[in-house]
């Protein structure tokens, strides 16, 4: 089973990606609500979740900043922005950071269907990873 962060300032809008999500199918029994920016990355690199959703604009925090740093201390999260800001350099330094989707508020079905596939796909993925490398330690 997987842990998944909601990061917002806005309890609605975490309210609405909790209620939004099948956690199920996304196999993520661990659902932690984040509505302060305090010490993010921090709190990301400590509790490793395996995928976070996070605005970009949390008052004085930048979203992207955040991840950019997470990235940098080699955190394996998969990072999904929902943001409404339709902004393309905000876009582009995403990708740049290896977010897995940005979608934009309010959030529509096929957005929902499309990023619980591709997370489905990419954490079944990082699991046989680890199950490999895991099973190579053992090896040797």
């Known amino acids: 089973m997987f842990k998944a962060f909601i990061i917002d300032d806005n309890i609605q809008a975490i309210e609405v990606i909790y209620q939004s999500f099948d956690w199920e199918r996304l196999n993520v029994d661990n659902i932690v609500k984040i509505y302060d ?3 993010l990355t921090d709190r990301i690199i400590k509790e490793e979740p395996n995928i976070v959703f996070i605005d970009i604009e949390m008052g004085k925090t930048s979203g992207l900043d955040i991840v950019a740093e997470c990235k940098a201390l080699k955190s394996k999260a998969l990072f999904v922005i929902i943001s409404g800001h339709d902004n393309f350099l905000y876009a582009q330094r995403a990708v740049e950071y290896g977010v897995v989707l940005y979608l934009l508020k309010p959030l529509l079905a096929q957005d929902i ?3 619980t596939g591709k997370l489905v796909r990419l954490l079944s993925l990082q699991s ?3 199950i490999d490398s895991d099973s190579e330690k053992n090896f040797f």
Do not use: D, I, L
């Open 37 to 39: 920016t305090f010490a």
């Open 113 to 115: 269907e499309m990023v």
């Open 128 to 130: 046989t990873h680890y």
